[in-house]
């Protein structure tokens, strides 16, 4: 019964410790001992004799780190935020994060307390030893009271709340600018908004997070508002609020670092004119053009052809080699890797494939080798740098499939499927969509899987380029046998 009244207990004062933290977050506020059971009963919905007392009718203690420093230098709990947020400072002027803002929920499932501890801001020694205390051990908190009576630690319970995580840094300046611009958290009200001099005021403050930082340009516009979630800087910069000094306006795009990070750190493109190296040597050649724009900008902006400035021909040239860099990402080095021309008609091309649009489905026809020659598309093999495909499965298959011609489908016509694309037949319910029409396909080709040959494509599968050997009984050619390219064409979904 302990064990269960004992874990019931931990998670109530668990849920307080939580209960408190959100409070805190939404309202900015941090109560002191005389009004935690209240703010905790708010936020749960719950009686305050509920939180003030335990089941077993044994009283709950609030107790406040005697080190706390939050809002200025030596301020307590209450703490209310305002727009100058919390300003406390260490021995060499610097601002620092609010001190030591912990706090201790205690109660017992047995005995009673000691009467050395009660709900208030607690000693610096007895505070430490019940925060240092392990609640896995059978020993008691080494306090500077005795524990009468209680031969072990097991009725004690305790839970401790860090309110530091719930602060982050907020650094606000300006840099260039015609005039002041303020700033106000959690209100929008240009009247009440704090001044930041031009050139001179800094604000260099601790927020409580979840907090909304208006940001009000010097002629009383709002410039923007920011949700504060971590530690954040943004500087006034000709007369636009930005990210960073470096960078362009933080809400209509990225600072520049960030996108160069980004883009840096995204996937690359291997098949690049530049490979993996591709997105490095983009970045490189823009800095370059910078520098060399810098240093024609340093010479006066010189230019002519008689001769031409040396410092206007490298910006030139950099200019050149930043545009090269830039376009060829999309590139490739091999031909074979270009994607193949789309060809429309019934010639084909000797650089690429083509087969022309099967003729209109008829359902009469059934399978029939007259009927089959019809709806299957064929083009006679080329000489090809993709690897043969003979015999491989078209799940085996699969990514190395082209597309051999596209066109735009027609009623009652069935065409070839790009790489990736279900081989569909249109039909009278156009429009609708594939789960609409799921169950209305039907197979087009089906052909048994020998050696040499491949597996027709199943329901679902999709349709791949490879190579068969098929006997002329098809085409009616009397011929020895042939290698011929072949496209399988699935009726997947109408």
């Known amino acids: 019964m302990d064990k269960i009244a004992g874990d019931q207990e931990s998670a109530a004062l668990k849920s307080f410790g939580d209960a408190l933290l959100s409070s805190i977050m939404r309202n900015r506020y941090i109560p002191a001992y005389t009004n935690w059971a209240t703010?905790?009963?708010?936020?749960?919905?719950?009686d305050v004799a509920n939180v003030t007392t335990s089941p077993r009718r044994q009283p709950r203690f609030f107790l406040v780190d005697p080190a706390v420093q939050v809002g200025v230098n030596g301020g307590g709990l209450p703490y209310t935020q305002n727009n100058s947020g919390s300003v406390v400072t260490n021995n060499s002027g610097e601002n620092i994060p609010p001190a030591s803002p912990r706090l201790l929920v205690l109660s017992t499932i047995g005995r009673a307390l000691p009467t050395n501890i009660v709900s208030g801001v607690a000693s610096s020694t007895n505070f430490n030893a019940i925060w240092d205390w392990n609640d896995a051990s059978s020993v008691l908190p080494a306090t500077s009271f005795a524990w009468t009576g209680w031969p072990n630690s097991d009725d004690l319970k305790v839970q401790r709340v860090n309110l530091s995580p719930l602060f982050v840094?907020?650094?606000?300046?300006?840099?260039?600018?015609?005039?002041?611009?303020?700033y106000s958290i959690d209100s929008t009200s240009w009247s009440t908004a704090l001044v930041i001099t031009n050139n001179l005021t800094i604000v260099d403050s601790y927020f409580i997070q979840d907090s909304a930082v208006v940001l009000y340009k010097h002629t009383g516009d709002t410039d923007s508002q920011q949700i504060l979630i971590r530690d954040s800087s943004f500087v006034y910069d000709q007369n636009v609020w930005r990210g960073s000094i470096l960078g362009g306006f933080?809400?209509?795009?990225?600072?520049?670092?960030?996108?160069?990070?980004?883009?840096?750190?995204?996937?690359?493109?291997?098949r690049a004119q530049?490979?993996?190296?591709?997105?490095?040597?983009?970045?490189?050649?823009?800095?370059?053009?910078?520098?060399?724009?810098?240093?024609?900008?340093?010479?006066?902006?010189?230019?002519?052809?008689?001769?031409?400035?040396?410092?206007?021909?490298?910006?030139k040239n950099a200019?050149?080699?930043?545009?090269?860099?830039?376009?060829?990402p999309g590139q490739q080095s091999q031909p074979h890797e270009r994607p193949l021309p789309v060809n429309t008609s019934r010639q084909m091309p000797i650089s690429s494939f083509a087969c022309s649009p099967c003729e209109p489905w008829d359902r009469s026809a059934g399978l029939r080798s007259s009927a089959l020659a019809k709806k299957t598309c064929f083009a006679p093999e080329r000489k090809s740098p993709f690897p043969s495909d003979c015999g491989r499965s078209p799940s085996a298959a699969r990514g190395r499939a082209e597309a051999l011609w596209r066109s735009p489908m027609s009623p009652?016509?069935?065409?070839?499927?790009?790489?990736?694309?279900?081989?569909?037949?249109?039909?009278?319910?156009?429009?609708?969509?594939?789960s609409a029409a799921r169950g209305q396909d039907h197979l087009m080709v089906n052909c048994p899987t020998l050696r040499r040959?491949?597996?027709c494509c199943?329901?679902?599968?999709?349709?791949?380029?490879?190579?068969?050997?098929i006997k002329s009984r098809i085409t009616r050619m009397r011929t020895s046998t042939r290698r011929w390219t072949y496209l399988h064409l699935l009726s997947a979904i109408s």
């Open 39 to 46: 703010t905790v009963a708010t936020e749960l919905g719950a």
């Open 169 to 182: 840094h907020l650094l606000l300046t300006t840099y260039s600018s015609a005039g002041s611009p303020r």
């Open 250 to 270: 933080f809400l209509a795009g990225l600072d520049v670092a960030s996108v160069v990070d980004q883009y840096l750190s995204a996937p690359s493109n291997n």
């Open 274 to 315: 530049n490979g993996t190296n591709q997105q490095s040597i983009v970045v490189q050649a823009m800095k370059t053009y910078m520098d060399r724009y810098g240093d024609w900008a340093l010479a006066g902006f010189p230019h002519g052809n008689n001769p031409e400035p040396p410092t206007y021909t490298a910006a």
């Open 319 to 328: 200019q050149v080699a930043m545009l090269t860099a830039v376009q060829d």
């Open 412 to 434: 009652g016509q069935a065409t070839c499927c790009e790489p990736g694309r279900f081989a569909v037949r249109r039909r009278a319910d156009r429009g609708r969509s594939p």
């Open 453 to 455: 040959r491949a597996t």
């Open 458 to 469: 199943e329901r679902g599968r999709f349709a791949v380029r490879i190579r068969i050997t």
